[in-house]
Each structure stands twice: as structure tokens, then as C-alpha cells.
């Protein structure tokens, strides 16, 4: 199945809000490949958010995203990237739509709870990033009968 990943930041840590998403997450029909807890670095986000780096508020997202450990975990589906992406909702939590993970949990275009990856190509190089090969694992647990039709695996 396809794989996305998904960071917990500092701001879903310090809220106490994973058990909620992963919760989420669970219900909708993700299987959790990967998991674990990691401190980030400049030298990590510098890769990470290349596309921001000559933004007036990097240094501030960098502060942001190191100042607690976070969570990174593999989520595996069908079209694992797009549907997790748009679970997430849009950058700027106050413009994020009810029922996102955005949406519902957070106010900033900052400090906005999850990372998502934004394309399947980019999924594979962030999860190159953040895992060794022996931390992502390709099971189907049984009950994912009960989520997907017969001809959808
Ligand atoms: P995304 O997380 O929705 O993919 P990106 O544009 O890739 O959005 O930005 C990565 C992260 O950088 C955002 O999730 C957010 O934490 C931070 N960020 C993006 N734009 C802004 C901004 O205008 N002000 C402050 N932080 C921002
Ligand atoms: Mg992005």
C-alpha cells in the first residue's frame, strides 16, 4: 500500500493532542507502518522545509519545530498521501476546513499541529529522511478487510 508521512510537531506534543489524531487516524482507516519519537535539528529542517528556508519566518518555524521532541510516523493506505493530506487541511489553520485535523485542532499557519506529505514522491524522500529501513514495516493487519472492498487492495 501506499505510504505518507506524517510529524507530529511540538505544537500537537505540548497540547497533549496525539492520542486524539492518531485516534483519528486509526478511525479512518490508516495503518500505522512506522512510529517513533525523535529531537529534530536546523540541519534536519534545513532539508526538510528547503522550500522555506529564504522565508522571514524560517528561523521562527525552525524554533518552533525544535523546541520539543515529535513523533513521526509511516501511515499506509490507498492514495495514502493524497487522502492524509487532505485530512490535514490546508496550511493556515484558521483557513482550514471543520472536520480536518487543522481545522479542528489549531489557529496558526505556524504552529499547525501535523506535517503531511504532498505527493508521493516527496512521501518517499521525507520517509528516507526520518526512518532507517528496519522501522518501516509492510503488514496487513486483518481487519483491513473491513475499510477497503474487495477489488479496491
Ligand atoms: P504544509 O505544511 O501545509 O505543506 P508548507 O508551505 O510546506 O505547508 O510549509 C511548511 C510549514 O512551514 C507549515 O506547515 C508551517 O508550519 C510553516 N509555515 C508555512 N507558511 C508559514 C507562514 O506564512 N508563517 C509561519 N509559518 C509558516
Ligand atoms: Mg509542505
Given amino acids: 500500500m501506499e ?52 522565508k522571514p519566518f524560517f528561523p521562527s518555524l525552525v524554533e518552533s519545530m525544535i523546541s520539543t ?12 498521501v493524497r487522502v ?5 487541511g490546508v496550511t493556515n489553520g484558521r483557513n482550514a476546513a471543520p472536520g480536518t485535523l487543522r481545522g479542528d485542532f489549531c489557529m496558526s499557519s505556524q504552529t499547525n499541529i501535523v506535517h503531511a506529505s504532498d505527493s508521493v514522491e516527496n ?20 481487519n483491513v478487510k473491513y475499510f477497503y472492498g474487495d477489488n479496491e487492495l
Avoid at 492524509?84 to 490535514?88: G, S, Y
Avoid at 512521501?123 to 486483518?142: H, M, N, Q, T, V
Fill in 3 to 54: 505510504k505518507t508521512l506524517v510529524i507530529f510537531k511540538p505544537s500537537a506534543i505540548d497540547r497533549r493532542l496525539v492520542g486524539k489524531i492518531i485516534s483519528r487516524i486509526e478511525d479512518k482507516g490508516f495503518v500505522i507502518a512506522g512510529i517513533k519519537m525523535m529531537q529534530l535539528d536546523e540541519k534536519i529542517l534545513r532539508e526538510h522545509y528547503a522550500h522555506l528556508v529564504d
Fill in 69 to 80: 521532541p515529535v513523533i513521526v510516523a509511516c501511515l499506509a493506505g490507498v492514495e495514502a
Fill in 84 to 88: 492524509f493530506r487532505e485530512m490535514t
Fill in 123 to 142: 512521501a518517499e524522500i521525507e520517509l528516507a529522511r526520518f526512518f532507517a529501513k528496519g522501522e518501516i514495516f509492510d503488514y496487513l493487519p486483518s
